[in-house]
């Protein structure tokens, strides 16, 4: 891919202007990499500024005290060191000094698998036999892509519930003002769309904006990391700011493994409780967490496509300025006549692809007596010809031509993609083709 974009690139340069070259996917994904390492670098420094001095002032202590300790009791410095071995070997299977909970009784087993079907993986606990740790890699298999499912369903009923809420106070509003009747008055009129007449409890252009979605999601966390936080300090001992940062490390499922909840023997008689309590804030955190993630991706994704159009402008005006106007190149599968650089132009929706292309209008149109090149007309006529040939090709495989992918996800709501980013496709404002 890197090799096209860069023969894209040499090709486009020779004649003259490099703005057009990169396609528009590509351009998103390269500043998207670009982007990643300048922060992987920068957050480097500042941990390795932030942590260094303290790595280096216990590495001193340590020999410190490992100098003393030989000196004081007369040890063999060499078999001090193997038998401290022996004990990162223990720790690794889970033994402490402290005195904790069994690791792989029925709930410790329990806590486990939560941790790896959640993919937080803490590391405090792992399969030390070669049968578990093969049957681990198949239950994670399994387990971890169901979670992920569940992960995205919890995200999509979030927005259906908000567009419901925006649904409800709106017409509560409007009957309020005596512009909408009541729902169960028979002279209601019914919402239309597109597609024509919709029932009254669709939600079909109810889309929330992805900024209240997100504003939603954070108060949710925040809300939900607080109140385990002080949980968590009662029952744990941890300091409350260190229970915000298990909070995070594990809600966002980076888990460490430094910080364990529910890892002591007992906790004064409200053991059961404090487990379902532990569970339950988990589970929320996680799945609020990992919707809020997905959220915040598409305003990146819009702020990458904002800088785009300003470096393709800053571009197109240094190496050719009679073409300031023209948009990177879309996708592929866009179907876009060559001549949209006219400002007036319409937004029409592409044949099987929710891209937003712009038409000729009639400021923009060729005089009756101008000849047409084979490029436009081909571009032209390429929509009309896929339907063509989609309609054939399902006549004569069903016996009827069936409609479009696009139609067809937009009668039953969903955008046919894939993860999250195909959940919130098309049922948020902002990534709506209704825009």
Request: some cysteine.
């Amino acid at each position: 891919m890197f090799l096209g974009v860069l023969s894209d690139t040499v090709m486009a340069c020779r004649n003259g202007c490099c703005c057009s070259a990169v396609n528009e996917d590509n351009a998103r994904f390269l500043m998207l990499a670009v982007l990643i390492v300048l922060y992987l670098l920068c957050g480097a420094a500042v941990f390795s500024a932030l942590e260094q001095p303290k790595e280096r002032q216990a590495k001193e202590r340590w020999v410190q005290r490992f100098e003393s300790f030989t000196h004081k009791h007369n040890l063999n410095r060499t078999d001090l060191e193997i038998f401290l071995r022996y004990y990162e070997e223990a720790n690794v299977a889970g033994i402490r000094v402290d005195r904790l909970r069994p690791r792989w009784d029925f709930t410790g087993a329990f806590y486990f698998v939560g941790t790896v079907v959640s993919t937080i993986g803490f590391g405090m606990t792992t399969p030390a036999t070669v049968s578990g740790k093969v049957f681990l890699i198949f239950y994670g298999l399994i387990g971890c892509a169901s979670t992920i499912l569940f992960f995205n369903l919890f995200l999509e009923r979030i927005i259906t519930v908000l567009a419901f809420v925006l649904k409800s106070c709106h017409e509560l509003q409007r009957r309020r003002q005596g512009v909408v009747p009541h729902i169960g008055h028979r002279g209601a009129p019914l919402p239309v769309t597109r597609d024509g007449p919709v029932d009254r409890d669709s939600l079909a252009g109810w889309k929330p904006s992805v900024y209240y979605v997100m504003l939603i999601l954070c108060v949710a966390a925040m809300v939900i990391s607080c109140c385990a936080s002080a949980m968590y300090s009662a029952m744990e001992g941890w300091g409350y700011l260190d229970s915000l940062y298990f909070c995070f490390v594990t809600f966002s499922t980076i888990g460490f493994g430094d910080m364990v909840s529910s890892q002591k023997v007992a906790y004064d008689g409200i053991q059961t409780a404090y487990r379902l309590g532990n569970f339950l804030f988990l589970l929320m955190g996680v799945c609020c967490i990992y919707s809020l993630f997905n959220v915040i991706s598409i305003v990146i994704k819009q702020t990458l496509n904002w800088l785009l159009r300003k470096l393709d402008v800053l571009c197109c005006r240094g190496c050719c300025p009679a073409r300031i106007t023209k948009k990177i190149r879309p996708r592929r599968n866009t179907v876009m006549p060559s001549s949209t650089a006219h400002p007036r132009a319409q937004r029409t929706v592409s044949i099987e692809t929710d891209a937003v292309n712009e038409s000729e209008t009639d400021g923009g149109r060729r005089m009756s007596g101008e000849m047409i090149s084979m490029r436009d007309f081909l571009a032209a006529n390429k929509v009309n010809l896929a339907q063509m040939q989609k309609q054939l090709s399902e006549a004569a495989v069903n016996g009827t031509p069936q409609p479009s992918g696009s139609n067809q996800n937009r009668q039953n709501g969903f955008s046919g993609g894939v993860g999250a980013l195909g959940i919130m496709k098309n049922r948020l404002a902002e990534t709506s083709v209704d825009r």
